[in-house]
């Protein structure tokens, strides 16, 4: 049997670039956040697509410069452009107001208006538009995350015949919360339509399970609990859990960098004599920003003899800063900071650093390193990668790993860090107290173990799994 050509295209709301204006014209730049940087080393110079959106609303993108960077890449970049006539707005609404609350339990967040699911189904369809205009049969699309839920059904309504596979990176919600979302069916049905569904978490399988058991009870099921296989009417769907990573090595050696060693250096000169703590999200309200700072003010109110001997650098990466709800929780968090610090600087401390804006990579994993104490409490995360990446940094094999246990890295980091109800702020403040007191001994049994699990099962574990799942392995040759 002679093997199979074809290519990956990976297909996401937004291509792995970002545009920025400078004095004269708008030039190319690597673009951040999680699904970026776990996938960019699954294209690097093994070809393949990458179809996303350009990000201008403005139809001013100067694609002629990604043909640059794809040479650097090692695979294609496709941009999509869109308007706002087109449903751009509506679209966004949809993805952030609707599913990204929905999908995280926050159901006070959600709004439900036709017009932005119509506004939705204009978006998927015109991905899937040039999705098929790009994908030949022996191809493997890869759809990602919640802004393209629908993308296989249209595919299949154009007679496409490529492999079609989607990841979730946000959390799949329980049915009892699932089941508010008035295109509930749809949903479901439209991601049946894929090959391959893939999940963060064996809980968020069992999630998605239920709900189309539910939706369609004559669907059968069957497999075991990472793998199953859901046949509706003859077309069957592989659905399982697919926990994504990081690139361990490269994550690795920066950290061992001189440049980054120069930067942690300064770190020290600028906090000297203390620990470390180090809480770091994108301005979210999932991400318990203001229940960790709650925490860490009763540490110092708990403990007062910690005062002087830790500071918590929290690290805000700015994000949807034209949405009015997130430009209140910053100010929100700015006052929290502001009279924490107000009533607890004394001489020489000042209990918290705040920094509010986005981090080069050497800059982030400069902190990585140089805090004794990742405090990463999200009130609901899919994996949350940073975990994985603080331990990939910690290359002195120290240092000490806080993690809710609403993480989904909390299923595979759980062992050797310390886990946390991030909404259980006392409990928070004394394990922020027993790491700072943790000895080197004990904190290199613990973080050594978090390495090798990283390690073990990084992003190119993860998709070897994912290609293995979706019947395509020749993709992937190791």
Known sequence: MGRRTGRILIVSNNLPVRFSRDEEELTVKPGGG????ALAPVLKDRGGIWIGWDGDPLGQAPH?????????????????????????????????????????????????????????????????????????????????DYQLLLVARYL??????????????????????????????????ALLAYDLVGFQTERDLRSFVRGVRTCFPASGVSGHTRSQIVDQG??????????ISIDYEHFNRLAVSDEVAQRVQLIYERLANRKLILGIDR????????????????LIEKYPQIR?????????????????????????????????????????????????????????????RASQIALITPLKDGMNIVAKEYCASCVEN??????????GAALALGKAALLVNPYNVEDVADRIFEAFQMSRNEQRRRMSQLRREVQRNDIFHWVQAFLDGAGRPDLWPG
């Not at 002629?64 to 707005?89: F, Q």
């Not at 309504?157 to 946000?170: D, I, P, R, W, Y």
């Not at 002087?308 to 690290?315: A, E, F, R, W």
């Not at 650093?353 to 400069?366: A, K, N, Q």
């Open 156 to 189: 299949q309504e154009m007679g496409v015949k490529a492999t079609k596979s989607f990841f979730l990176h946000t959390p799949f919600p329980p049915w009892d919360v699932f089941m508010r979302l008035p295109w509930r069916t749809e949903i479901l049905n």
């Open 34 to 37: 999680g699904l970026i940087t």
């Open 398 to 407: 120290t240092g000490v790993l806080i993690l809710s246990e609403f993480a």
């Open 64 to 144: 002629r410069r990604l043909t640059d960077h794809s040479n650097g890449a090692g695979y294609h970049l496709k941009p999509i452009s869109l308007s706002p006539e087109e449903g751009t707005l509506n679209h966004r609404r949809f993805s952030n107001e609707t599913l990204w609350p929905l999908f995280h339990d926050f159901l006070g967040h959600c709004q439900f208006g036709r017009e932005h699911w119509k506004g939705y189904r204009q978006i998927n369809r015109r991905f899937a538009q040039i999705v098929a205009a790009e994908s030949r049969p022996n191809d493997l699309i890869w759809v990602h």
């Open 308 to 368: 002087g001997k830790v500071t918590l650098v929290q690290i805000a990466l700015p994000s949807r800063v034209h949405v009015p709800e997130y430009r209140l929780m910053k100010e929100s968090i700015d006052r929290v900071i502001g009279r924490i610090n107000g009533r607890y600087t004394q001489d020489g401390w000042i209990p918290i650093e705040y920094i509010y804006r986005t981090l080069d990579r050497s800059e982030l994993v400069s902190y990585y």
């Open 283 to 298: 301005l979210d309200y999932t991400k318990g920003i203001p229940e960790r700072l709650e925490s860490f003010e009763l």
């Open 234 to 243: 003859g077309k069957q769907t592989r659905v399982g859990s697919f926990p």
